[in-house]
Structure formats: C-alpha cells, structure tokens
C-alpha cells in the first residue's frame, strides 16, 4: 500500500503484536465510517475521503495499542488536530484529510482524552472503531 499520512516513513514504532502504525493504518482504512466520524463533518465523509473527521477517535485509539502522548495541531476554528508521538516517533494517520496543505506538528499542546471523551458522542465513537479495528484485527 503507498502510504500518505504525516510520519509514514518513520512510523517504525511496534505494539505488542509487532504492527506498526502502518498496519494499523491498513486495517483502519477498510473500517473508518460515516458513523466513527465528527458529526459536524458526517456530511461530507467519504470512502474517497476516509480519515475526515477521525483524528481523536484514532489517535486515543493508537495510545491505547502504542503508549507515547497525543497532541493537538491548533486548527482556525480553535480546535485541535490530534495525533501520536511514541517515543519521538510522530505520526498522524489522519493528516489526508487536509490534502496537500502540510500542518505544524512542532510545540503543539497535550491532549487528554477525559477533555475528548467527555463528550458521549466521541467516546461513543471511539468505542465503535476500538470495537470495528478488533474484530478486523481477528481475521
């Protein structure tokens, strides 16, 4: 598979199954949806477009299998982008979605995942694709 996403080439780091992130990014890609999606973004999720929208449900996801911390790219609208950092890897295997517009990933600020999930609908969410990426990861 020809990999996109920010870090890909360093993205050596292994869980405890021996996957990186680049095999977690393969089993993802056949599982995010319009359901494991923001809300305010569901509209224009797509399969051409599959990491819209997916940034703290898959990040959170990837610290629970890798460990490291999650960070927030500050974005316009005063939200953040999340994504890794495991042992001075940084990867974001949700940066596609932003096409060729390259974010910042220097000095950007931790994020807790009791700040995400106390929304129910993310934790909602997470616990959807947590539940869709085990039973891909079975087969």
């Not at 009791?114 to 085990?134: D, G, I």
């Amino acid at each position: 598979m020809g990999y996109r996403f920010y870090g890909w080439e360093t993205a050596d780091v292994k869980d405890d199954l021996g996957r990186t992130p680049r095999d977690y990014y393969d089993l993802l890609s056949g599982i995010w949806c319009a359901e494991t999606c923001a809300p305010r973004m569901r509209k224009d999720w797509s399969e051409e477009n599959p990491t819209l929208g997916q940034c703290s449900v898959t990040a959170f996801l990837l610290q629970d299998l890798f460990g490291g911390k999650v960070y927030g790219v500050p974005l316009e609208n005063g939200g953040f982008h999340c994504f890794n950092e495991v042992d001075g890897c940084v990867f974001d295997l949700t940066s596609e979605q932003f096409g060729d517009t390259v974010l910042d990933y220097t000095g950007c600020p931790e994020q807790d995942r009791r700040v995400h999930f106390a929304k129910e609908e993310k934790r909602k969410r997470y616990e959807l694709l947590k539940r869709r990426l085990a039973s891909a990861a079975a087969m």
